[in-house]
């Protein structure tokens, strides 16, 4: 498996409250995700990173925030929490874009719950 | 804008009872076609990978393979092992750096 790890697992917050995710791996990949899934939806990308300190946005980005100030580490922000913002957020990693476009590797998720 | 459609939603079947996913796409230039597995409550499993049309992968009872407007995932005299939800994604040559997911198919194999 690789070496990826989200925190905390679960989380309920309630509506207006600031909430960090935080993704960290072990296999020195240059590229981070963040995704949320959502019945009806699949998985929808968040935002990306490309490197330290180098982020863009996803197709549904708005209401969130990214940072990521060491390979290993890129963690996600809801600003002020809202009900729609109830989901489970996954972050993958992958290497470089060579020749071939890369597979990506998901962690094991965390489930969100805004009251 | 890149598009993914996997059918059926739902699939039911007996242990040892051969059949396929279908996953058709819309992209501008295929930069790649991924499979991936999700059992309930975890993230996905990433299996294959396929990057033109002709082009087949397998791993023990699963086969995919690529078409110019498709993609099988080939499942062989399935076991109850093998129920999960299996999601299919594209990444086209439009720039943005993202895949685009399918909603998956979710497959359960009765013993």
């Known amino acids: 498996d690789a070496g990826i790890t989200q925190s905390p697992r679960h989380k309920v917050t309630e509506t207006g409250t600031p909430v960090t995710l935080r993704c960290h791996q072990t296999e020195n990949h240059r590229y981070m995700y963040w995704y949320r899934q959502d019945p009806g939806h699949g998985l929808r990308l968040i935002h990306y990173s490309y490197g330290v300190k180098d982020t863009d946005k996803g197709e549904v980005s708005d209401g969130y925030s990214v940072s990521r100030s060491k390979t290993e580490d890129f963690l996600l922000t809801l600003e002020s929490a809202t009900s729609s913002q109830t989901s489970v957020y996954f972050c993958a990693i992958s290497g470089d874009f060579g020749t071939r476009t890369p597979e990506q590797y998901f962690g094991p998720g965390t489930r969100l719950t805004v009251t | 804008e890149d598009q993914v459609t996997q059918s059926p939603e739902a699939l039911r079947l007996q242990e040892g009872e051969s059949s396929s996913l279908n996953c058709s796409y819309t992209?501008?230039?295929?930069?790649?076609l991924f499979w991936y597995r999700q059992d309930p409550g975890k993230g996905p499993e990433f299996l294959f990978t396929l990057y033109s049309a002709g082009e087949e992968k397998e791993k023990e009872r699963l086969k995919a393979t690529l078409t110019k407007k498709e993609s099988f995932l080939h499942i062989t005299a399935p076991k109850p092992e093998d129920s999960a939800t299996y999601l299919c994604a594209v990444y086209g040559q439009g720039g943005s750096e993202k895949l685009v997911f399918g909603k998956g198919t979710k497959l359960t194999v009765n013993p």
């Open positions: 992209v501008s230039g295929l930069r790649g």
